[in-house]
């Protein structure tokens, strides 16, 4: 039932022209990251040859892409996943999926893994910019699997906290926003936190708070490091957004 679901919100998305939109744009933008970085790069070889050991292209033009879509990823995550909850319970349409023969974990899992698939389609895209250069050049694969992982990660947590949110509304442009707010706190509070701790010497509640700073988690990949604590975070973020929507529906069934 939970890839059912997931291939009825799957089809939901891609039947929604403001799905297409936020998928044309987010392309549009990182299209124009990638061959801005690659422009740069180009003018400034002539300096990095004299170098002993210049970086390359990986690092120059493909690292500031992916960074640039992850940040991307902030705005298009919640426009994409307003309304995953917040439309059916407008439309009166959540009531007959509750009523099925199915749980709330399974309709949970099932909405949050349809929207975050149309979400690794946008990574896909992205991938497949550096992979032309390969003909071309020399690229670091092992950086770019490691980038790719780090995109996938904030895709599926942004994904989580943009689903929890819209069980919260009925209106999925407040879900949108509320998302959006939701997310940029977490970026901006959470690693403001966890180095204040830190320079406390609160080593564990700093390691707690780090679990909801997903950009945090983001950099040691970014820099291909295969950090697993960070990776841990970033699949606890995950789970801990789907639980609450879980319980959140859930105590919404039983209180009719």
């Known amino acids: ?15 929604s022209p403001l799905a297409w939109m936020v998928l044309t744009a987010v392309q549009v933008i990182s299209g124009y990251a990638f061959l801005k970085r690659l422009d740069d790069f180009l ?20 690292t500031p892409l992916y960074a640039t879509t992850a940040i991307v990823l902030l705005f298009a995550v919640p426009l994409l996943g307003m309304r995953s909850i917040a439309e059916e319970r407008r439309n009166q349409t959540m009531v007959f ?8 974990s399974q309709i949970v899992l099932g909405k949050f893994l349809g929207l975050t698939l149309f979400v690794l389609l ?12 390969a003909t071309s050049t020399h690229l670091d ?17 942004f994904s989580a906290v943009s689903l929890y949110i819209s069980c919260l509304t009925t209106y999925p442009m407040a879900a949108a926003f509320g998302a959006f707010a939701a997310l940029l706190l977490m970026i901006l509070m959470g690693e403001a936190a966890a180095d204040g701790l830190r320079a406390r ?23 291909g490091l295969v950090d697993t604590y ?5 699949i606890m973020l995950v789970v801990v957004f789907i639980v609450l929507a879980v ?7 039983l209180r009719g």
């Not at 170098?51 to 690092?59: D, I, K, M, R, Y």
């Not at 896909?124 to 250069?133: E, H, I, S």
């Not at 950009?215 to 040691?220: I, V």
């Not at 319980?247 to 069934?253: E, F, I, T, V």
């Open 1 to 15: 039932m939970i890839f059912t679901i997931a291939a009825k919100e799957l089809k939901g998305l891609f039947a």
């Open 43 to 62: 003018q400034i070889q002539p300096q990095l040859v004299q170098l002993a050991s210049p970086p390359g292209v990986t690092e120059l033009v493909v």
């Open 97 to 104: 999926l509750t009523s099925a023969p199915v749980s709330i």
């Open 122 to 133: 946008i990574v896909l895209l992205v991938t497949a910019m550096p992979l032309t250069l």
């Open 141 to 157: 694969y092992g950086l770019i699997a490691s980038l790719c992982a780090g995109l996938i990660l904030i895709a599926a947590a």
């Open 201 to 223: 010497g609160w080593q564990l509640p700093a390691a707690f708070v780090q679990v909801f700073s997903p950009m945090k988690n983001f950099e040691p990949l970014g820099k």
């Open 230 to 234: 960070a990776i841990a975070c970033s």
């Open 247 to 253: 319980r959140r529906l859930d105590g919404r069934r």
